[in-house]
């Protein structure tokens, strides 16, 4: 599996994210390259979801930068950014650990909630909405109907209709990631997508993810604990273990590391010293 | 400067009221999360008993103070106890694990039913009992104005230190609290280890309750009236200042008791008398502008 | 997990008598002190009074209502566990058809209010009271949008209640303003008095929210009372104008170069006129206030206000301005309580402090609540039940308010989601029916 080299989407210098005493994450560097899905695995607690939270503005880093090329807007500093203009104008979207919908909503709904900014520019205030006008109408009908392209796409179309919060577990993960795609995003960062899937429905999401990156380009940004995902899709990965990065490269790379190893199977007393 | 020190006396007698009635909101508020509306007319109903109570020991002419005193907190806390025992048991346990918002309208309508049910079986009249601890100590004759601490202030604010002791002791130390904190921080996981949540849930509220008695006692000893609408205020007080110390902590719930007080007789005293309350609901907007938390809560970190 | 908590069997007799014995015994505890004893007054002084024959009367009446209770509770869950079983039904269909019910009551309902007056033109206490109800439809809608929607718990909405009515009442004293005039004027301002509010406690949580939105209720109705310059102190605002109908007035005669109501119309003076027109303006101002809401939950701005309710963080990382979006509800949830507010005081000619106490906050989102959050149709049904049972009440005046307490208490314990809990897509991908009969969904 060999691609082309590309550009620098997203470049993460030395991030540090202190919680009182406690850091989360110390001084980590990262590129994320455009086009591509880059994994990130590391023992749990190791700051991963942290990370995140950093990158979609949920916490501001203590200290570093998080530069962001745009393919339309130039550069942007995620760092200084709320996150809901991480969202909006930056374009970086994500998902959440423990599945965050909005659960009494139907599908559907939470789908075209995602689409938001587009639709509330185009009801004017709510003044061409609330009089139903033409230019209200077409937009409203675009989003239904990126919305269903989504859903035919993530085999959700039956279930349109359904309230999201009432659905099996596995079918809200993929909820969640067909909303975050109607949010049209540049980049997109996955927080443990196949947690609780089973092995068909993580072989589903790895034909997705696949689908995401090679036929429309999307960024992907990945923590995931199931190695049947990570090792398969991601171009490259990085490893963090408290906070810190530790290792970084293909797959391949990563997998025969001994630092990863030793930060996933632990270590003799001694050799942690030696190591140390 | 004599002028600002009866105040200041005055407002920690008023803040150690609130405090005590302020710790069972914020007892309630941790362990389940809702607010107990009704609690400012358990309050209520305490201070009735209490005046109950020392009619009774008038008409059996009893005279020893610390006798009476004894006699009407122990009956005024068991009665209490027990109001505050059946109001989690009929309206709130039910609603258990439902929306966020059901208990607290089940609580406005508890808080609607004492009020009417004291109203209609104790009257709407005011009830004045005679003073049971009159004169106090004169602690500076300045010219022109005699500072002086009243022996039913000294008795509230000793009571007061005297409860909060014993209370941070048998929450800190005593299996029940050991409980309490349990539940409070995982209710899924104490039940999990054995811990009988309904019982602990079930005690917190009496003891909210006996802490509001205690508080329903030293007002009717303090003002010698009481009255049926007395809940709604010296509730919603009390639960600013529970929200002022950080809703949850029970120092938090104290101090916030102890600086409503002072801020309400000091802007009593020197500013706009009828103002007093505005004073105390902006004060606590402005807090919580800064502070969303309270004084002394834990800043909580967005859990994403 | 409540369903484990709660799962109750039905019980055989003795456990009954005991369960209700045991009951009544909690009864007798909590009664002695205020049904068994009150203080008197005796020549000046307290005296105490017993009164064991009304706690004995108490306690039974409890024993035995409780048996009643536990024994109606047992049949009616007897008989929804067979008619479960004895259905195929899925809970689709089923919510489907419960929407279709409430859709057809909504037109009855509608149906009913329209003829209201028509049947009962000359009973004043009908009239009257139907306006009431309709009046708290009103606030329940306006309430909505900002708790049953937005889910940003309100406990001082009547504090918009209030700047509408005062608005309009001293706008028409001082300046002459007519009712129609007036009325935008005052939404406006209520709506910039939720803008006000909201701003600064946008960061807060749930019940901090609660907390300060009360003390803000506080303060307006404190600065009422003792503001005396502005707003007349206790004593209020007396002789407002009452709203014409197209500039036709309402009363016998009419002052030099008008006309009045029945002169225009050739009909006989007749006070009923102007109430029956109050209540066809409350009527139409209510159905607007329902359009309006109706329709805004159908555009991007009410699907944002449920989202926020459903998760604050999921709207942040979809890209929404959670600011403005609580701003939004907060404008437009007060603006159509200062609408409300404006036709509260040219009903009654006179408003003070006393009308927006607590309580009637506390009446405004019960109405919400036992409605069923975010449920138009609940508010009706709710605002209905609660003005009602004080109304039926009235013959055991002292009651009303007891009984009050205690039917908001009972039906939330027995309803927690509030009467008509079912939500209604704002839209749909497969039209209705084809949807519920799709059963891939398990």
């Known amino acids: 599996m060999s691609k082309t080299p590309t550009s620098t989407l997203l470049s993460v210098r030395n991030l540090t994210m202190r919680f009182g005493g406690l850091t989360a994450i110390d001084d980590l560097s990262l590129e994320v390259p455009a086009g591509r899905i880059t994994g990130i695995i590391g023992p749990n607690g190791a700051g991963k979801t942290t990370l995140f939270n950093c990158l979609t503005g949920f916490y501001k880093p203590t200290t570093g930068t998080l530069r962001l090329a745009h393919p339309s807007h130039g550069e942007m500093r995620l760092e200084a950014l709320p996150s809901h203009r991480v969202a909006r104008d930056a374009q970086v979207v994500r998902t959440f650990q423990n599945i965050r919908l909005f659960p009494k909503m139907t599908v559907l709904e939470n789908l075209i909630v995602a689409q938001h900014n587009v639709l509330q520019r185009a009801s004017k205030f709510s003044i061409a909405g609330l009089f139903s006008l033409p230019g209200y109408r077409q937009a409203e009908k675009n989003a239904i109907e990126r919305a269903a392209m989504w859903l035919e796409r993530l085999k959700l179309t039956h279930l349109a209709d359904h309230a999201a919060g009432d659905l099996p577990y596995g079918i809200q993960r993929r909820i969640e990631i067909a909303r975050a795609l109607c949010v049209d995003p540049v980049l997109l960062c996955l927080d443990e997508p196949a947690a609780g899937l089973n092995p068909r429905e993580s072989a589903e999401l790895n034909e997705l993810l696949l689908y995401l990156c090679g036929e429309l380009g999307i960024a992907i940004l990945l923590i995931e604990h199931d190695m049947s995902v990570v090792m398969n899709v991601s171009d490259h990965i990085g490893v963090i273990s408290y906070g810190r990065k530790i290792a970084e490269g293909t797959p391949e790379q990563v997998k025969n590391d001994p630092q990863v190893i030793k930060a996933y199977l632990g270590e003799d007393e001694e050799e942690g010293e030696a190591a140390a | 400067m004599a002028y600002a020190l009866q105040q200041l006396i ?58 009476a005193l004894t006699f009407v907190l122990i009956v005024s806390i068991f009665f209490t106890s027990a109001y505050g025992w059946a109001v989690e048991r009929t309206a709130y346990r039910p609603l258990r694990g439902s929306t966020r918002l059901a208990p ?41 104005f005699t500072v002086q601490i009243g022996w039913s202030q000294m008795l509230i604010i000793v009571t007061t230190v005297v409860l ?46 006996a802490l509001a008695a205690v508080a329903g006692v030293m007002v009717t000893v303090y003002y010698g009236v009481v009255d049926f609408f007395i809940g709604f205020l010296a509730g919603i007080k009390a639960f600013t200042a529970a929200v002022l110390g950080g809703i949850g902590s029970l120092p938090g719930a104290m101090l916030g008791g102890l600086l409503i007080g002072l801020i309400e007789s000091f802007w009593a005293a020197y500013l706009w008398a009828e103002y007093k309350d505005v004073a105390t609901f902006g004060i606590l907007c402005l807090v919580l502008m800064l502070r969303p938390s309270g004084l002394l809560g834990r800043p909580e970190v967005e859990k994403v | 997990m409540s369903a484990v908590v709660f799962a109750r069997h039905a019980m055989t007799p003795a456990e009954r008598l005991r369960d209700a014995g045991w009951v009544a015994f909690v009864g ?23 009164r064991f024959g009304l706690l004995v009367a108490a306690v039974a009446a409890v024993f035995a209502g409780r048996l009643l209770l536990r024994w109606s509770i047992d049949q009616a869950r007897n008989r929804k566990l067979a008619r479960d079983q004895a259905s195929t039904a899925t809970a689709a269909d089923r919510a489907h058809g419960a929407q279709k019910v409430v859709t057809v009551l909504g037109w009855v309902a509608l149906g009913a209010s329209i003829a209201l007056p028509i049947f009962y033109s000359d009973n004043r206490y009908v009239v009257d009271t139907a306006t009431t109800v309709l009046i708290y439809v009103m606030l329940g809608w306006g309430l909505n949008v900002v708790v049953g929607l937005a889910g940003l718990l309100d406990l001082g909405y009547v504090a918009f209640y209030a700047v509408g009515a ?27 008095f939720g803008i006000l509010l909201g701003y600064p406690i946008l960061r807060l949580r749930g019940d901090y929210l609660a907390i300060v939105t009360l003390g803000f209720g506080e303060i307006i109705r404190i600065i009422l009372v003792n503001w005396t310059e502005f707003s007349g102190g206790p004593n209020g605002i007396s002789s407002i104008p009452r709203p014409s109908f197209f500039g036709l007035e309402f009363t016998r005669s009419a002052p030099e170069g008008s006309q009045t109501f029945a002169g225009f119309f050739g009909l006989d003076f007749s006070p009923m006129h102007r109430l029956i027109f109050l209540y066809y303006l409350i009527l139409v101002l209510a159905l607007l206030t329902h359009a309006f809401v109706s329709r805004l939950r159908k555009l991007p701005v009410g699907r944002a206000w449920e989202a926020l309710r459903e998760d604050e963080i999921a709207c942040k990382a979809m890209g929404m301005n959670t600011t403005n979006i609580k701003l939004s509800a907060f404008a437009i949830g007060a603006m159509l309580g200062g609408f409300a507010g404006v036709f509260f005081a040219a009903r009654q000619g006179f408003i003070s402090p006393e009308s927006f106490v607590f309580t009637e906050s506390a009446i405004i989102l019960a109405i919400v609540v036992l409605g069923g959050m975010g449920s138009q149709m609940g508010v009706v049904l709710a605002a209905t039940l609660l003005v009602l049972i ?14 009050f307490g205690l039917a908001m208490v009972l039906i939330m314990v027995w309803k927690p989601g509030g009467l008509l809990a079912h939500r209604e897509p704002t839209l749909r991908l497969n039209p209705l029916g084809k949807a519920a009969s799709n059963k891939e969904a398990a």
């Open chain 2, 104 to 144: 607290l309208i089940s609580a406005i309508g508890m808080s609607i039913f004492l009020q009417n049910a004291v109203q209609l079986t104790q009257g709407a009249r005011v009830k004045p009992i005679p003073p049971v601890l009159e004169g106090g100590v004169v602690l500076w004759d300045a010219p022109g």
């Open chain 2, 164 to 209: 909060m002791l014993a209370f941070t002791w048998m929450i800190t130390q005593t299996p029940f609290g050991r409980q309490q904190r349990a539940c409070e921080q995982d209710r899924t996981m104490a039940s999990l280890l054995g811990v009988n949540v309904d019982r602990t849930i079930s005690f917190t509220f009496m003891l909210g309750a």
């Open chain 3, 166 to 192: 005062y608005s309009y009442a001293l706008l028409s004293t001082q300046f002459g303003w007519s009712f129609w005039e007036a009325l935008p004027v005052s939404g406006a301002l209520a709506a910039t």
């Open chain 3, 390 to 403: 004080p109304e039926f009440g009235r013959n055991f005046a002292e009651y009303r308010m007891l009984l």
């Open chain 3, 28 to 50: 007798l505890i909590l009664g002695i002190p205020l049904v068994g004893l009150t203080t008197v007054d005796v020549g000046g002084r307290l005296g105490v009074e017993t």
């Open chain 2, 10 to 67: 005055n407002g920690l007698t008023l803040g150690a009221m609130y405090g005590l009635i302020a710790i069972g909101y914020t007892m309630v508020y941790g362990i389940i999360g809702m607010i107990n509306f009704a609690h400012g007319d358990i309050f209520m109903v305490s201070a009735f008993i209490a005046v109950t109570a020392f009619t009774i020991l008038a008409a059996a002419d009893v005279t020893s103070i610390p006798l």
